[in-house]
């Protein structure tokens, strides 16, 4: 429970933040042309005119004449109001949030006010540049966001790697990845013509789109001549991953009172096998492990768990030893990390960051755009997260570091998809500026009204889809 309260709060806390800049950033522009702002919420606050919205949009289609919400000082029904300037606060419907400008057509739908005549001060009368740039402040906002916590966080800790050339036990690969012509221990040292200084997960996308890999093999260098086509999706989903660091099975520590300590395992011991079966290295152990645990479905009883939780285990190639794991099925040691002495830290002055800073921004932009072709496939629809899928990319133990490392990625995340020219998000409305400044003629209201509903239910859409997904992960579906 303890770790789902940490990943929430880091969630919590890093789009709040990401929200209220974002929004900032169309009130910074909006109020830099002079257009009045009537409302600046973290999060959505419809629990009134929402109902009304859809009620007079369906009176009419039926012909009635639409009931009005809006109330002046006194509380009588009136289509204009006094402006009293913008009004801040926080929404109870924790799904973004927004910032409401006067004559404009968006998530509100507040189409009274789009029946008065213009007002100097509305976004409506504003030229299309201004509006082109009030549109865009978010996504400026938070890309400006990214590339400003990436710089301090390479200038308070710097970057940590190891070498390639350090990475003596090579790499662990699937059989998909064998069968085209790597093998265990190979160290990576080039992907194309691009060295790789050191090795992070991010490669493997970089190797998806790449036509040849070189590895050090037996001190040796070897050209592997890859697929046409990679999948990037299938090389993550691999068990074992398409290739990860190889990690030499070695105690390094037994937890007290577990089933390590009652099967006598001790530090520097190396577990050699599993119910018949060779461990090579950690990587190999983990993956038996979640084979056993795999087995079991909703219908499995104790009795089945406690069935498949019984193993026997060879220790240093001669003691064999039964035990009975955890319900989570874990032995209770932690395996010695490779590389402890071989870490190099690059450490970047003020002025250096921002250059580095930036550097790494873009490269994450032009990685998660990459990515975003495999969302139009099956299995990439399916791998679409949720509000779930999003806090679990967060630690289980709060780390300043990765915090902002990641609150960084998800800045650049929000920026990306909302330039995406989807009506209802900022993408759509600055289509429509665009289209003004180059054909000079303004879409209609009702044109800008069907489009917002559109990008509403595609939206609202890909939201279930997400969470859905969530869901279904969470019953191993």
């Known amino acids: 429970m303890e770790t789902v309260l940490i990943k929430a709060l880091q969630l919590i806390i890093a789009l709040s933040l990401l929200i209220v800049l974002h929004e900032g950033g169309h009130f910074l522009f909006a109020k830099l042309f002079k257009t009045r702002v009537e409302k600046f919420y973290l999060f959505f606050d419809y629990k009134f005119h929402l109902f009304s919205t859809y009620s007079n949009w369906f009176r009419k289609l039926i012909g009635k004449k639409p009931v009005p919400h809006r109330k002046d000082a006194d ?34 739908l507040d189409k009274e006010q789009m029946e008065l005549p213009p007002k100097p001060w509305e976004f409506r009368t504003k030229p299309a540049w201004q509006r082109l740039l009030i549109m865009l402040g978010g996504i400026i906002v938070n890309f400006l ?34 069968q085209d012509g790597f ?8 992907i194309d013509d691009d060295k790789v200084e050191s090795w992070s997960a991010g490669k493997l996308q970089d190797i998806s789109n790449a036509q040849t890999v070189t590895v050090l093999r037996a001190g040796k260098e070897v050209v592997i001549d890859l697929p046409e086509k990679m999948n990037l999706i299938d090389m993550l989903q691999q068990e074992p991953r398409y290739a990860s660091l190889l990690l030499p099975m070695e105690v390094d ?35 038996q492990l979640m084979a056993l645990q795999d087995v079991l479905t909703e219908e499995s009883t104790h009795a089945d768990s406690l069935r498949q939780r019984n193993v026997t285990l060879v220790i240093n190639g001669t003691d064999t030893v039964s035990v009975t794991l955890t319900e989570d099925f874990t032995l209770g040691f932690t ?19 921002f250059p580095a800073g930036v550097k790494l921004g873009y490269e994450t932009l032009v990685s998660y755009v990459d990515q975003m072709k495999y969302l139009f496939t099956a299995k990439g629809a399916r791998s679409v997260g949720g509000f779930i899928g999003i806090g679990n990319i967060f630690p289980d133990v709060w780390d300043w570091q990765r915090f902002w490392m990641l609150t960084a990625f998800l800045s650049v995340a929000l920026g990306f998809m909302n330039v995406l020219p989807i009506p209802a998000l900022d993408g759509g409305h600055a289509v429509f500026a665009i289209y003004e400044i180059v054909t000079g003629r303004q879409p209609s209201d009702t044109v800008l009204e069907k489009a917002q509903y559109v990008g509403m239910f595609l939206l609202i859409g890909l939201m279930i889809l997400a969470n859905a997904n969530d869901i279904l992960r969470l019953f191993g579906l």
């Open 75 to 108: 509380g009588n029904e009136t289509s204009e109001y006094e402006y009293k300037g913008t009004e801040y606060g926080i929404g109870w419907i924790p799904l973004g949030g927004y910032v409401k400008i006067s004559g404009m057509i968006d998530e509100s």
């Open 145 to 178: 966001t990214a590339f400003f916590i990436y710089s301090m966080v390479l200038f308070y800790w710097g970057e940590q790697y190891v070498k390639s050339e350090d990475m003596v036990y090579g790499m662990k690969f699937s059989e998909a990845a064998k």
């Open 183 to 190: 093998q265990d221990g190979d160290i990576i040292i080039r």
């Open 253 to 287: 520590s037994v937890l007290p009172n577990m089933p390590a300590q009652k099967a006598g395992l001790k530090k520097g011991d190396k577990i050699t096998a599993m119910n018949g079966e060779p461990v090579a290295d950690f990587n190999d152990f983990h993956i």
């Open 335 to 353: 395996n010695k990390t490779p590389y402890m002495d071989k870490i190099t830290t690059r450490e970047y002055g003020f002025f250096e960051a």
